[in-house]
């Protein structure tokens, strides 16, 4: 039976492909790629000669249906993204949401996710924890982090380099600068960095530097003796 593959792709270093992952890329009749020429240099890397076609977030409401009838019709098409695993922060719930409706079977195979290493790596508790993704880049960010403000689980962060020691200040303003913190970023490259310590600490770090690469942030949920010490003060 034909099917739509999730397929993840390396966040960093290249040699993080699977073997399955490779094969399923080499088997299926398309790939849909979120930058065509981006993937084609993976593929160029595994000898993959698969078509690509485009499929981001600009066409996927268009082209959803389209390839959800493709796959009915006997083939089997795999989505993959620039990196990490279709779906998280990146194209892959409207088309898998089609599928599903429509009645294509959909698998999703396990590979790269930046937020695991990142959490992984940060030191704090990692039992419990909340992916909040991208922030809301404009409207909505302030009231957000607001929001969390009193959430105890650990939390994780996608983020810009560009926006990223703005983003620790508007933390600041609402965990508090003493509020435990790792910002993870080129995960699995040469450069790999992940810097450990206090907000205020880490936007002391990053502001001496040019930040590259991608931006994990892993954030200490409110620590409970705090929350119950506010309330007692309520009291």
């Known amino acids: 039976m034909s099917k739509l593959y999730l397929v993840p792709t390396p966040v960093g270093n290249l040699e993080d492909m699977t073997f399955r992952a490779v094969n399923v890329l080499k088997s299926v009749d398309c790939i849909l ?6 993937s084609a240099v993976l593929m160029k890397h595994y000898g993959i000669s698969t078509p690509l076609v ?5 066409n996927e409401h268009k082209t959803s249906d389209g390839v959800a009838e493709r796959i009915l019709g006997g083939e089997n098409i795999a989505l993959v993204t ?9 194209p892959g719930f409207l088309l898998v949401r089609t599928c599903v409706e429509k009645g294509v079977e959909v698998e999703c ?17 990692c039992e419990r924890f909340s992916f909040e993704g991208f922030l809301p880049q404009k409207k909505g960010k302030n009231k957000k982090v607001q929001e969390l403000s009193e959430e105890e689980r650990t939390m994780i962060f996608y983020e810009s380099p560009f926006r990223l020691v ?11 600068e003493e509020r435990q913190a790792c910002v993870s970023r080129e995960i699995s490259k040469i450069h790999e960095e992940n810097f450990r310590g206090t907000l ?12 590259k690469g991608e931006i994990v942030i892993v954030v200490e949920g409110k620590n409970r003796k705090v929350r119950n010490a506010e309330n007692e003060e309520d009291d």
């Open 200 to 211: 205020k600490e880490c936007i002391e770090h990053f502001s001496r530097k040019d930040v």
């Open 166 to 176: 703005k983003t620790l200040e508007l933390f600041v303003q609402y965990f508090g």
């Open 54 to 58: 485009s499929h981001h977030k600009f």
């Open 33 to 38: 790629a979120e930058d065509t020429r981006t």
């Open 109 to 125: 195979l396990p590979g790269a996710t930046a937020f695991v290493p990142a959490l992984v790596n940060s030191g704090l508790p």
């Open 82 to 90: 620039d990196a990490g695993t279709p779906g998280i922060s990146d």
